[in-house]
DNA sequence: GTGAAAGCGCTAACAC
DNA sequence: GTGTTAGCGCTTTCAC
């Protein structure tokens, strides 16, 4: 089966017309009789054959995009790559997912591989390196940035981006957290590794304390780790406090897990002694058990507006693009009126 | 950058020596002087030459390994990938992921997809396939399959399995819950869509009648599905019965959070009133709020496996092994003894 | 031990 | 509108 691979020569003797005949009508291209278009279809079908991704690459293009994921743990990258594949489903190409790991080294090795495997675009999720190794990758290969807000003035032209408007969600947040009558709005961010920037943990805590100065609101960020752990330590730090808040919002579902716990441990109730809310929305951020308020990036959409960027400027766009996707609040069991 | 790529021409005109001493030196062949072997390799490294991965797989290896994923959402997935791609790091094999999808059509799509892109190999996690359809693949390239037992005799010789153990696992569970002093468990399972066979689900309800059994107890199954609200339903179906269970096994965590909730709205407590465990070791599960007795897969050693003997397939190895790994049952806060 | 040369399957000029 | 042909970058006999 390996070796008796049906090869383009095999399709264009059985049609009995020449190779580059056959090569038109697979890629749709240019000046082809309707007959011809008929004869090589079937002899096609009738072959079964499959157009070598490896020897096009040699030409031309591989028809594939590659999807560098940074973390595979990050449970909203289902969406983003639903998102991706949902939108390119009806092309010719296809999602290859590359897993970066978390580190820059691992992360450049990744797309160099991707690059070595004459992939057609690049969509990096999330990625973790300079601006300027960025503009290298996009400098080979056409690239679309998720996740990293706007940064480096010039070479971000080098390629498009789309990030969730982590601004906009931080202010949905507080925004429904002071309708219902809070003030005291605290707010546990990540703890910043010094280097990369416009990391959306970093937007969503600036977002925050915008709105909070637009209701008139001090502002309080407690920084601690986007884990189960570090939403804990940081609420049973908030919690201790004279004058706790009343409600606490997390930069991500996973660390408002962590405050439902230190709230459960405090033997406070809530909505009624602590309102809570999260970001991501999270799968079990709906079940019943949790029904945790939280703000919903909509993945589907980003992957999809990704996959429509990368293909644009595959087919030859090269004016940059920077897309924001507008999140959406949902609201559920965990946050309500303070007691007064 | 594109166009100005290195080619192995430029690395021999540097280095003063022909393509094919360059060949052989990258790719570790035999009949290498020392010496040529260290002036390849300075031009190299002065060139930052890397071999163009489309060309290679025209005439060798791709050094590409493919990682069909039948359900992206999948939470263990993670867990297998890091497996895979730990056991292959110092290699110079790369790993690609493939989202295929639930649908037996976009999965052979992707197969299809992956192996017109040359890979070495394919990993294919609980691919939804007929057993024709996988061997079919397995004649084109080498194949491991991971998540389905056993199955089609003759036919399982062309490719390698890897699967967790799923009648220990359930035996872990009911022994466990049989030593706590529980003979009224009832397991909730996925109802069958008739085709696919060997599937996890089946072999776990299969492990927990086995295990009834050897306890002398009577077995109580009942399917609804792995979803949070199969579990609700299913639970609810089981506590409004007159001698209903002090214990329910649930063949999947996600199921069974929603036996969690079942029990909450019935005003039952966990584990005093009703034992709660589930299987996959889902990372909620740990939660504190959470802390769901489940059994543990290892994902990180299927994975492993499954690269290690992908990688003895591409070099040779004909003979066709099934390897299982052994679970862990993780005892945690919703099982205790019944109430008396 | 080393190099010359013939392809791998396809695409893109360029002739016809 | 269709066919001929020259490579794409690499691997692999086969001479030397």
């Known amino acids: 089966m390996t070796s008796g691979r049906v090869t383009i020569a095999d399709v264009a ?14 890629r749709g291209a240019y000046g ?17 054959y499959r157009p070598h991704a490896a020897a096009r690459a040699l030409r031309g293009r591989t028809y594939t995009l590659g999807v560098m994921l940074s973390d595979t743990r990050n449970p909203f990258f289902p969406d983003i790559i639903e998102g991706v594949t949902g939108r390119l489903r009806d092309t010719e190409y296809q999602v290859l997912l ?3 790991g978390i ?3 691992t992360q450049a090795r990744m797309t160099d591989a991707m690059i070595d495997r004459s ?14 190794e960025l503009a290298a990758i996009a400098a080979a290969v056409p690239v679309v940035v998720v996740g990293r807000h706007g940064g480096a003035g010039a070479s971000s032209a080098a390629y498009d981006s789309v990030v969730d408007d982590d601004v906009m969600g931080a202010r949905l947040v507080v925004d429904h957290l002071v309708g ?18 416009g990391l959306p943990h970093t937007v969503r805590a600036e977002g925050y304390r915008q709105a909070m100065r637009a209701h008139g609101l001090a502002d309080d960020v407690l920084a601690t780790s986007f884990t189960e752990e570090g939403g804990f330590e940081g609420a049973r730090e908030l919690l201790a406090r004279d004058d706790r808040p009343t409600a606490i919002f997390a930069g991500a579902d996973i660390a408002a897990l962590g405050v439902l716990r230190a709230a459960d441990e405090a033997g406070l109730s809530v909505p009624e002694d602590l309102s809570v809310a ?63």
């Open 13 to 26: 003797r059985r049609a009995g017309v020449s190779t580059a005949a056959v090569s038109k009508v697979v």
């Open 103 to 105: 580190e820059p080294r």
């Open 32 to 48: 082809v009789s309707a007959e011809m278009q008929a004869k090589v279809t079937q002899a096609i079908d009738e072959l079964g």
């Open 180 to 197: 219902l009558g809070h003030t005291r709005i605290a707010h546990i961010t990540h703890l910043e590794r010094a280097r990369a920037q």
């Open 278 to 340: 999260g970001y991501d929305n999270i799968g079990i951020a709906s079940l019943k058990r949790i029904s945790l308020t939280s703000v919903d990036q909509d993945g589907h959409v980003i992957g999809a507006t990704a996959a429509r960027l990368l293909v644009e400027r595959i087919e030859g766009r090269s004016r940059s693009v920077a897309s924001s996707v507008s999140p959406t609040l949902i609201v559920r069991g965990t946050t309500g009126p303070p007691r007064l």
């Open 119 to 132: 992939m057609d675009g690049l969509i990096l999720i999330s990625p973790v390196m300079t601006d300027a």
């Open 98 to 100: 590359g897993p970066g």
